[in-house]
């Protein structure tokens, strides 16, 4: 399948500061990418949707001046935590979709705010 | 966007066939059903998607009533790595649409 890359991994953060997690596709063009979160123990919740060149289609209570995206390319994407709080403590996920139906995942990033 | 319902979990022993059904009834005339495995602190892996009928790969078989209303998900001989949290995703191909996850089916594969 299509490689999706997502860095990085994992990060720790203070509070107050802002975070940028990216999320490549390698091998294909991603017209569309998703942003999600995760919970422990939960499904991943659909943040933003973004397709290429436009702006970010945010669900509902996501705030869209928290959670920066920006879809510059066809095979990046950025999400920016800004003003970073400890309830901002998640796994965040991206996904990219390109010609093809399904869509590809990246690793996700564990991010942890002190 | 067609919403969809799965089992929470289901347990299973090593070498067993597992069956996991998918549920979506108002299930729209150019959605895809697409299968994802996912272990804990990782990304979602694809595993398949269909359309209609059977659908199959060298992981797993996707089989799919006329109606489309439902879907199972087919893994023939499970280890212990087979252990995740299978989601099923219902959405359109088309440009723009998203994928919208459900709670998901957690698979213990019991040695």
């Known amino acids: 399948g299509a490689v999706v890359s997502q860095h990085p991994s994992r990060v720790i953060c203070k509070s107050g500061t802002s975070v940028k997690i990216e999320c490549r596709s390698l091998?294909?063009?991603?017209?569309?990418m998703f942003w999600y979160r995760q919970f422990p123990k939960q499904s991943l919740m659909l943040m933003a949707t973004?397709?290429?060149?436009?702006?970010?289609?945010?669900e509902q209570g996501v705030e869209k001046d928290k959670f920066l995206i920006n879809h510059a390319s066809l095979t990046l994407s950025t999400l920016t935590v800004t003003s970073a709080h400890p309830e901002d403590s998640s796994f965040y996920i991206c996904?990219?979709?390109?010609?093809?139906?399904?869509?590809?995942f990246g690793q996700g990033t564990r991010l942890t705010v002190v | 966007l067609a919403k969809t319902t799965q089992p929470i979990s289901m347990d299973s022993y090593e070498g067993q066939e597992v069956n996991i059904t998918c549920s979506h009834n108002?299930?729209?005339?150019?959605?895809?059903i697409t299968w994802y495995q996912q272990f804990p602190s990782q990304g979602p892996r694809f595993i398949i998607q269909?359309?209609?009928t059977k659908v199959t790969n060298e992981v797993a078989s996707l089989f799919i009533p006329a109606d489309r209303k439902s879907s199972t998900l087919s893994l023939p001989r499970v280890s212990l790595s087979d252990t995740a949290v299978y989601y099923c995703?219902?959405?359109?191909?088309?440009?723009?649409?998203?994928?919208?996850f459900g709670p998901g089916t957690r698979l213990s594969v019991l040695p």
């Open positions: 091998d294909f063009q991603a017209t569309t």
């Open positions: 108002n299930i729209a005339t150019n959605d895809y």
């Open positions: 996904s990219a979709r390109g010609a093809r139906t399904e869509a590809f």
């Open positions: 269909g359309y209609k």
């Open positions: 973004s397709n290429e060149g436009s702006k970010a289609t945010y």
């Open positions: 995703l219902v959405g359109a191909s088309n440009y723009g649409q998203n994928f919208v």
